[in-house]
């Protein structure tokens, strides 16, 4: 290596997003062990960040990644893939609705092959990771770093929502983090004194005074050193210099759904004959590094043009609906929100002085992949999430059209004068509904599942998060789940960085008794 001398640490933490800010905290409360946390953005702590209401600006901003997917034959055009490039990573720029996931979306993943990960298993770290003094303790935590609460309830659109949503017959949900997420509620957001929470300023920023704990930024990692079949550290970039990071213990990635499988990958870590073709040396063959990838869709411009001035636009979490197409499921399928506000996809027209209703497909079938187009590390992986590949998440979308249209039909918009684009798109008949499904669909940014966590043979990491063929490195972000939970993502990725700072320390809890909150 040129420049400096290597550094050496008893972790390696690559990426302080979400989950990287809560490793590199909970690894450091120990003060005999120390961390090296590398992220390739930089400081979290700057107005656009921190303004709750300003998260939209920073897509394609400097705190974004700027990826963009290959073109989506489901949807006809390329989808923006937006990923936090900032302390705090994409957590720093989300939309901050903190939501866990139903507790049949942790058994499944246990039934599928994550030992370890039922819902009772986990229970125990969303509620480490939390305070919420008047949450019912069964379920909600106290003295935790985090801080969420409801939000949106003083919204004028989204009360009428919530009461339309009542009124066609759906049960409004106290607390969505509680005994099931299934219902009508207002969704907790992680806000605080007006300013946007992150596990950057709830988890790492208390501890950066650690001497055990060393955040280096604007250095991005281009590789794992891989000697034996073992990491032993990482190459990343830093000031124009290649500089070199060693780990006595283990290197963790938390580079995030696309930037973990784009590391394992470039590091020869995947599917042998790709990597060759490539120019890369198979270090392990694992074929399905970059598989599994899962988003939610979200079918958004789906507008209610209302005739009379509507209230001033509301950008925070509000009243959302978890519903199930199939009565037969446990965990949702469709997440609704309406939002006093036109949002649109550029290629749709807009409409001022409407009501948008966002669809989001919490269920997909559909699964796409992360792949090399380059071996070059500064070349962008190949995003192919194969938005609305599999028909059925077509159909479930037009479910929730119809979901739209039942909660309209009970007039509690009526006062803003207008109607809903819903009545229309649901006389096209099934091709044309097809088509304007297709149309106004795309990313909710919630991308997930490329590093599979599984007790199978073509599982990425295993239940303790090893990544299989390679000692001393594991896997702990949003790209271990092995199935896209059933809400917005964030909340579970803290619980799987939580878990895995006890698997790290040794300190696994078989159940709730044994872990202080
Ligand atoms: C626009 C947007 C809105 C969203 N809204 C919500 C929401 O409201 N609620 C919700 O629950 N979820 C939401 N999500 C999703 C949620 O934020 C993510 O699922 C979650 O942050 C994923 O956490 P992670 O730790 O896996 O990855 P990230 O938080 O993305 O962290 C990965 C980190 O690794 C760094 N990194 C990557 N590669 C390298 C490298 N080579 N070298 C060094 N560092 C690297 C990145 O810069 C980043 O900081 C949203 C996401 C986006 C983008």
């Known amino acids: 290596m040129t420049g400096a001398p290597a550094d050496h640490h008893d972790y390696v933490v690559v990426g302080g997003g979400t989950a990287g800010c809560v490793l590199a905290a909970r690894l450091t409360e120990d003060p005999r062990t120390s961390v090296l946390l590398i992220e390739a953005g930089g400081d979290e702590r700057r107005p656009d960040v921190e303004s709750p209401e300003q998260w939209p600006a920073l897509l394609g901003s400097d705190a974004d990644w700027g990826f963009e997917t290959v073109r989506q034959p489901g949807t006809g055009r390329t989808c923006l893939a937006a990923r936090g490039r900032v302390l705090g990573g994409s957590g720093s720029i989300n939309n901050m609705v903190h939501l866990r996931g139903h507790a049949a979306d942790f058994d499944g993943w246990a039934e599928d092959g994550a030992h370890g990960w039922e819902h009772a298993r986990v229970l125990p770290y969303f509620r480490r990771s939390e305070d919420v003094p008047d949450g019912d303790p069964r379920y909600r935590g106290r003295g935790g770093p985090l801080h969420p609460r409801p939000s949106g309830t003083s919204d ?35 806000i605080v004194r007006d300013r946007r929470e992150s596990t950057a300023s709830a988890y790492l920023r208390p501890a950066m005074d650690r001497p055990n704990l060393t955040v280096r930024q604007h250095a991005a990692v281009r590789r794992l050193r891989i000697d034996g079949g073992r990491c032993t550290g990482v190459e990343y970039h830093r000031d124009g210099t290649r500089q070199l990071a060693t780990a006595a213990s283990e290197v963790v990635l938390c580079a995030g759904a696309v930037g973990s499988p784009h590391l394992l990958l470039l590091s020869g870590v995947g599917p042998a004959d790709e990597l060759s073709a490539l120019g890369i040396e198979p270090a392990v063959h694992a074929p399905e590094v970059g598989h599994n990838l899962q988003d939610h869709p979200l079918l958004a411009g789906i507008r209610y043009r209302a005739e ?62 992360v792949r090399l187009g380059s071996a070059d590390p ?6 192919d999430p194969r938005y609305l590949s599999d028909p059925a998440d077509v159909a479930v979308l037009a479910a929730g059209i119809g979901l739209v249209e039942e909660i309209v039909a009970t007039g509690v918009f009526d006062e803003w004068g207008g109607r809903s684009e819903s009545t229309a798109l649901l006389r096209l008949g099934r091709d ?27 599982a990425v990491v295993d239940p303790q998060l090893r990544v299989a063929g390679v000692h001393g490195l594991r896997v702990a972000d949003a790209s271990v789940m092995p199935t896209l939970v059933s809400c917005n993502p964030n909340a579970a990725t803290v619980m799987i960085a939580e878990k895995a700072a006890d698997l790290l320390r040794g300190r696994e809890t078989g159940g709730d008794d044994d872990i202080d909150t």
Do not use: K
């Open 156 to 190: 004028p659109v989204g009360l009428r929502f919530a009461e339309g949503a009542r009124r066609a017959g759906h049960e409004q949900v106290a607390d969505l983090n509680g005994a099931a997420m299934l219902g009508v509620g207002f969704p907790d957001a992680l």
């Open 308 to 369: 009379r001035p509507l209230p001033p636009e509301y950008l925070r979490p509000a009243a959302t609906l978890l519903a199930r197409s199939d009565p037969d499921s446990a965990a949702p399928d469709l997440h609704v929100t309406a939002a006093g506000m036109d949002f649109h996809y550029e290629w749709q027209e807009p409409f001022p002085n409407s009501i948008t209703f966002a669809v989001g497909l919490m269920r997909t079938r559909s699964r796409g992949t």
């Open 378 to 383: 500064d070349r962008p992986p190949v995003i």
């Open 432 to 458: 044309g509904l097809e088509r304007a499904v297709r149309d106004a669909t795309g990313s909710y940014f919630h991308l997930a599942g490329t590093c599979r966590m599984g007790s199978d043979t073509g």
